[in-house]
């Protein structure tokens, strides 16, 4: 129970034998450690210098360099250049789109599909989220949003092909049909826009539960109690008060889900029909050349993109407005 | 002594708009136990955070052990600090959080084994070495926080309301330990707290701060009995505060007007101009009730309206005669409480208990 | 007040009714596809009427579907190596500092999570050209890296956020450089994070598609393998590997997310 200052002596620790230090001893009191650590903390602007140098040039050239490539490929006339050649300047990638029906046609098919797939997610989705944040106890919530995540790890081409065995002719649900004695002949689903959409739902729901379940969620209770209170009957309730609090989730889960929809391939490929073409399979078409073609690919690609950016962000500012008209 | 272990030179620090602190200086002797009190936003923690190097002041120099570390970051420091959370690291064992500076110092590990179980059966954590600071209870986890802060021997031992998360029984107790452990170390300690009472237990000096500046320095006492300004004689304890017009001088006597009566007090900010219009402070526990008028410099006459029941005391309000109501509350033993009727009573006090403030 | 109360009770079991059925959408079809991989017949379709193992004994005798698995694998893991570093470095760069540029650099960050897949295929398809990076396994993980990033960045953000300041702040009272106190406080409270990212990236660069099939050489990831194969007709051997594969991207995925929640309650107390 006495204190002893001993330590004071060797305060410093230099004066300390360095026999046989722990290893966070051995690597703090090592030269080159010293020294990297005198450089780094030299000054706080040094510091954060070498702390942001790698992460702005990475995203620099890694996040930005392959849009903005694709941005300049879309812009010159043949790639790859040929030694010698100048290569110029044109906007006639982008002028074939608009010549040509064959183009433009799957352009509007697949901005029309992901917009009704989208809707069909929320009004598929809001519910079964409504119910896990409203109904559930907090024990069984998580436990029965991960019995959902289950599927949602499983890839892509495994669960398209999983719908194709579903909507197949000799498929489960052509069977229970006929066992049901509804039809004589199966009913044709696959390669048609609908087995398309069941597919992309299915694809794409969680991205649209986890943003819807995390806004109800976020939602007391005791709000919904107050309106019952008052009187409002569940419709009412739901659509005075968890609908408008709700549209910051709903808005991010529809342009999540938009943009997913809009950028599947295989999916459409595998599901879909010739009469179901999309643009995503425009697209593609020109990089299957060797590239001479690829000016017009990376042209539709931006076009695409950009009209894919232009109508997410009118629908936000849409959303962002009818939340401030429900607030007034 | 010689000079000061910690000498604050005109700091002064804002946060955007906000002044949290303006020319502060100071000085600490080595061994002493320093209370900064105040309410929240009064400038104690930002103080502190210079101390400990975790904000740089805008203007100003900090002085410790004769050197500049104003500029000096918080590893450079011979000073350790307990948080108002503790901190404490929850992926390390009681003994690794405690060996944290000392690897850090590349002491060996026979020489960090002996500074370890020096420090736990001082401060009595010996066989907790091995748990987590998610397994202790609050207190425990104070003393590891502490025993933490010690282990590399700062020369100064900074303390951010380290009792503000245990409950009030266990509290006092602390008090008591944090006081024996400075005395049985000789450290300095600089606590920071909000809680005056918590200050007056412990320290040997308290500094209470108001808006960024110092309102007054001095020993507990001093303070609660010569407060120098209003903010003082409010924060500190509770009081009576008599507001009047400055008469003149007599001897050591400040002589002041209060709805007629003279009073008669002290200034311990110095002396008001004549005629100003002063405020005084009495401390309950310096009122004494007379039947008859008392031979005292202060007497004024008045009648008791209630009394309220404390348990070791009483706290007995009257209403003052010739005044606009003024009221002037006293404690009493219980006894004495019981003995007071309702007819008219005198009460008295000292001049050397009644201090005239600084607004 | 009892209609009401009724009222009530009927929203509740129309609501469970629909969540219901919603984990039968989720789950029947992957369930019927299992079950498709055990027939025994080469045609897919239902009914079943006599059940084999064949198609699995033969998949795991297939060198080339072996070759692939492993392929995927590796790509898996180098690409989350990459992803996890530079997501992690990019966050503790975000989180809770103010600096010129910050809402710009943070927007550069989501960028490769939300560009379409397709547009982000022939993008990274286009500039491996540029960089002269040929199709392959080295452009596939360079791809999947990128894209994984901010979801890395993402996640370990929210946990770096939950980390008290007075943390660091004690680490450098007592000693610590900022760096050793990144190393010794930041980096061990961040695991639980970087874990369940590392795994969330795996799942997703093992699932990918698209941007293995711009990026992909003469060798086929195990996705593109499945989709090669179905471009060619449907048949119980793609149901018996699909299986392995959800098999193992949903145990590893359960695995994470009991890991994750379990290490987060402890670093709570």
Known sequence: MTYDASVRKDRDGHTAPSGDRPFWGRVANWGPYRAFSA?????PRRQFIILAAFPILWLLTQHLGPMLQMLRVSLIDAYPVAPGTPQAFTFDNYMRFFGDRIFWQPFFRTLTFAAVFTFCTLIL????????????????????????????????????????ILLGNTGAVNLALKWLGLIDRPIPFMY??????????????????????????????????????????????????????????????????????????ATPVLLGGPSTTVFAETIAGFFHVAGDEWPTGAAFAVIMFAAALVITGVFQKVMNMLRKGDTK | MTSPLVHIDGISKRFGDAVALENLSLDIAEGEFVTFLGPSGCGKSTTLRILGGFERPDTGRVILDGEDVTNQPPERRHVNMVFQDYALFPHMTVQQNISFALELKGMDKSAIKRRLDEITSFLELDGFGDR?????????????????????????????EPL????????????????????????????????????LTMSDRI??????????????????????????????????????????????????????????????SGVPTEGASITASVRLEKLGFHKARPDLPNAVQGHVVSKTFLGSRMAVDMVVDQTDGAKLRAFVDADTGHSIGDDPIWAAWDSDSMAVLRD | MNRRVELNRGNRIFLACVYWAFVLYVFVPLILMIVMGFKDSKFIGFPIRSWTLDWYTGVFSDAEVLYTFGYSVVIAI?????????????????????????????????????VPGIISAIAFRIYARMLGIEPGMGAIIWAHAVHNVPFVTLVVMARLSTL?????????????????????????????????????????????????????????????????????????EINAIATVALVLTAAIGIWAERFTRRANKESQT
């Open chain 1, 192 to 265: 048609t826009s609908f087995s398309m959409g069941i597919g992309i739902v299915y694809l794409t729901a969680l991205y649209m539960l986890l943003p819807l379940y995390s806004a109800l969620e976020k939602l007391p209770q005791s709000m919904n109690e107050a309106a019952a209170d008052l009187g409002a009957g569940a419709w009412t309730r739901f659509r005075r008060i968890s609908l408008p609090l709700t549209i910051e989730g709903i808005s991010s889960g529809c342009i999540l889900v938009f943009l997913i929809s809009t950028g599947f391939y």
């Open chain 1, 125 to 164: 989705t809001y519910p079964v989220a409504y119910f896990l944040a409203r109904h559930v106890s907090r024990k069984n919530q998580m436990l029965m949003l991960l019995l959902l995540l289950i599927p949602f790890w499983v890839g892509e081409i495994v669960r398209t092909y999983a719908i194709m």
């Open chain 1, 39 to 43: 450089i780094l903390t030299a000054s």
């Open chain 2, 164 to 199: 503000g998360a245990l409950d009030a029984k266990l509290r006092g107790q602390v008090q008591r330990e944090l006081k024996s452990i400075q005395r049985q170390t000789h450290k300095t300690f600089f606590f920071v707290t909000h809680d005056q009472e918590e200050a």
């Open chain 3, 78 to 114: 180098l690409s989350t190596l990459i992803s996890v570093i530079v997501g992690t470095w990019i966050a503790v760069l975000l989180e809770g500092r103010k600096f010129w540029g910050r809402a710009v650099t943070f927007g550069l960050m989501v960028l490769p999570a939300l």
């Open chain 2, 207 to 268: 500094v209470v701060m108001n808006k960024g500046r110092v309102e007054q320095d001095g020993t507990p006492e001093d303070l609660y009995f010569h407060p120098q300004s209003r903010f003082v004689a409010e924060f500190i304890g509770e009081t009576n505060l008599l507001s009047g017009k400055m008469r003149g001088v007599d001897g050591e006597a400040v002589v002041m007007d209060w709805f007629g009566q003279t009073l008669r007090g002290h200034a311990p």
């Open chain 3, 164 to 236: 008290p300041k007075s943390q660091i702040e004690a680490a450098r009272d007592l000693g610590a450089d900022p760096l050793m106190a990144f190393m010794r406080i930041t980096l061990p409270y961040l695991v639980p994070a970087i874990l369940g990212a590392s795994v969330f990236c795996l799942l997703l660069s093992f699932d990918d598609f698209v941007r293995s099939f711009f990026l992909g050489g003469y060798e086929p990831t195990l996705p593109v393998l499945i989709f090669a194969m179905l471009r060619s007709g449907m048949s119980p």
């Open chain 2, 132 to 160: 987590y600071p998610g397994q202790l209870s609050g207190g425990q986890r104070q003393r590891v926080a502490l025993a933490r802060a010690l282990a590399p021997d700062p020369a100064l031992l900074l303390l951010d």
